[in-house]
Structure formats: C-alpha cells, structure tokens
C-alpha cells in the first residue's frame, strides 16, 4: 500500500451501480442517467475537499461488447450529466481487461495506486463507494473503508465497512469520518 499524506482525501468511486444506473456493458450515451442523489453526494464531497476519482472495471472491451470508442462517448456523456450539476471528477481510471488477466482490474488494486501516483492523497481520510463485493475488496486491500451500496446485486455486507442505503448517505458517512 503506498501512504502519501496530504491534505486531499479521496473518494474512489465504481462507476456501474455507482455513479451512474447499472446497465450492464453501457456503451450506449443515452443510456446514462446520474441519480439525483449521487450528484447530491458528489457536491457535498467536493464542498468537503475530497478528490472524486473514478475506478471502473471494463471486461465489456476484452470480450467485444463494445470498443474504447463506446466508452469514451459513455464518459463525456457521464461528464455532462456531472457538469450539469457543477462536478467534475478529478480522475477516470478503468481496467478493460477480461478478468484474471491482469493487475489492475478490482480487486486489484493497480488503478488505486496509479491514481496515488498521479494526485497527492491523504489515504487516511479517503475511501471506497461502491455497490459490489469486488469493490469492497478492492477496499479492504487498499487499507481504506469500504462503502457499499445497497442495490440489487447479490453482495457480501461483512466485506463493507458499511452498508448505505444511497449514494448520499455513503458521502455524509465518508464526510464524518464513519467510513
């Protein structure tokens, strides 16, 4: 695990479920839709100094689901959608490997650390929002809390330092420290 401090949390952030609603291999733009309450949860992360850092399995690419160019067109729509409510992310980072064939994917925690190397964080302050059990071990691999979101995805609650009920109630957590 790498330790830099400084005065910068992060909030890493699963895209899938997440950020956006969970349709599985997005590669459609219009298909994008930003719940209200992420963006809630964004802004009241942001207002707190938190980086909001984006990391994303992308298997769909391997397996040809759909291209780079398909999930590009997915992230500037997200952008928009985020811009629309004044958040901009700090980073994107996504695996678009088949699983097991490489060290970034989640659990792993290659994306965890490339974004330790790109921006200054205080990983003491920082943690986990996600809605899967890989998402929540990526968190427990890292050394930071793991906030998981319920959704209809069968998960492993135990794996979670939490478990929320929204997007907004796992930022008010990260905001106090309970995460």
């Given at each position: 695990?790498?330790?830099?401090?400084?005065?910068?949390?992060?909030?890493?952030?699963?895209?899938?479920?997440?950020?956006?609603?969970?349709?599985?291999?997005?590669?459609?733009?219009?298909?994008?839709?930003?719940?209200?309450?992420?963006?809630?949860?964004?802004?009241?992360?942001?207002?707190?100094?938190?980086?909001?850092?984006?990391v994303?399995?992308?298997?769909?690419?391997?397996?040809?689901?759909?291209?780079?160019?398909?999930?590009?067109?997915?992230?500037?729509?997200?952008?928009?959608?985020?811009?629309?409510?004044?958040?901009?992310?700090?980073?994107?980072?996504?695996?678009?490997?088949?699983?097991?064939?490489?060290?970034?994917?989640?659990?792993?925690?290659?994306?965890?650390?490339?974004?330790?190397?790109?921006?200054?964080?205080?990983?003491?302050r920082?943690?986990?929002?996600?809605?899967?059990?890989?998402?929540?071990q990526?968190?427990?691999?890292?050394?930071?809390?793991?906030?998981?979101?319920?959704?209809?995805?069968?998960?492993?609650?135990?794996?979670?330092?939490?478990?929320?009920?929204?997007?907004?109630?796992?930022?008010?957590?990260?905001?106090?420290?309970?995460?």
């Amino acid at each position: 695990m790498i330790m830099q401090i400084s005065n910068r949390p992060a909030a890493f952030l699963d895209r899938d479920g997440t950020l956006v609603a969970d349709v599985p291999y997005l590669k459609n733009p219009e298909d994008v839709m930003v719940p209200a309450e992420v963006i809630e949860g964004l802004q009241l992360l942001r207002e707190a100094g938190f980086l909001l850092i984006m990391v994303s399995n992308q298997s769909g690419i391997a397996r040809g689901y759909l291209s780079d160019d398909d999930l590009a067109s997915v992230h500037v729509r997200m952008e928009q959608l985020l811009l629309e409510g004044n958040i901009e992310l700090d980073g994107f980072y996504y695996c678009p490997h088949a699983p097991d064939s490489c060290l970034c994917r989640k659990p792993a925690t290659g994306m965890l650390k490339q974004a330790c190397l790109d921006f200054s964080i205080d990983l003491s302050r920082s943690c986990m929002i996600g809605d899967s059990d890989c998402d929540m071990q990526l968190a427990k691999n890292f050394g930071i809390p793991g906030l998981l979101l319920k959704s209809e995805r069968k998960s492993n609650p135990a794996l979670a330092t939490r478990v929320c009920n929204n997007f907004l109630e796992a930022a008010r957590l990260a905001l106090i420290g309970v995460a």
